[in-house]
């Protein structure tokens, strides 16, 4: 079964820490991404890359950076982290070849204290 | 980037079906129409996509007038475990058009 994985389902991290939320797929996708979710706002997007070392921003891309070094990870860094940052990640990937969905991680529930 | 438009929740029993309505007046000609399933504590989950008419698989149909700008997600017999949050999606999911998801249609079955 294919699969998108999230090195962690929960964390609880410091008020300015350096956080790494890592992500693999292993369906040779060319993009992902990384969304937060928060309740009453939904998903909504941090950063997203179409290839190794490609990245553009998302809707929220304030406080975070992202590395993708190798086609099949994509972490999300959180420079120094803050309680506004408390939230759940969602990764995800896709093929680009257009119209096909996304599949996502299960997630990783972040609280920072 | 299309919008789209969904009710807030819906309420319905088991073994009935579902309709769940989507609007997106303004569907660019290269987008497509996706929809996802969430429960708590999980990602999304990919249902169904389309681009015209109707398409049917093991778990729902889209259904996708001509004029693109809505479109209907139909859940046949419900059960419990189909109390979830929809969502409904337009673009085609590439690097310049990539999928915004709104709020969705929180889906409560009950007994």
């Known amino acids: 079964d294919v699969k998108v994985t999230q090195s962690s389902r929960y964390l609880v991290k410091r008020t300015g820490e350096k956080v790494f939320l890592e992500c693999v797929q292993d369906m040779d996708h060319e993009n992902m991404f990384w969304y937060r979710q928060d309740p009453g706002l939904g998903l909504r997007l941090i950063y997203f890359s179409y290839d190794v070392k490609m990245k553009e921003k998302g809707d929220i891309p304030e406080g975070y950076s992202v590395s993708r070094e190798k086609k099949e990870r994509f972490s999300l860094i959180l420079e120094s982290a803050s309680t506004n940052q408390t939230s759940m990640y969602l990764c995800?990937?896709?093929?680009?070849?257009?119209?096909?969905?996304?599949?996502f991680g299960s997630g990783t529930r972040l609280t920072v204290v | 980037l299309a919008k789209t438009t969904q009710p807030i929740s819906m309420d319905s029993y088991e073994g009935q079906e579902v309709n769940i309505t989507c609007s997106h007046n303004?569907?660019?000609?290269?987008?497509?129409i996706t929809w996802y399933q969430q429960f708590p504590s999980q990602g999304p989950r990919f249902i169904i996509q389309g681009y015209k008419t109707k398409v049917t698989n093991e778990v729902a149909s889209l259904f996708i007038p001509a004029d693109r700008k809505s479109s209907t997600l139909s859940l046949p017999r419900v059960s419990l475990s189909d109390t979830a949050v929809y969502y409904c999606l337009v673009g085609d999911g590439g690097a310049t058009n990539k999928l915004i998801f709104g709020t969705g249609t929180l889906l409560a079955v009950q007994p």
């Open positions: 995800a990937s896709s093929f680009v070849t257009q119209g096909y969905g996304y599949t």
């Open positions: 303004n569907i660019a000609t290269n987008d497509y």
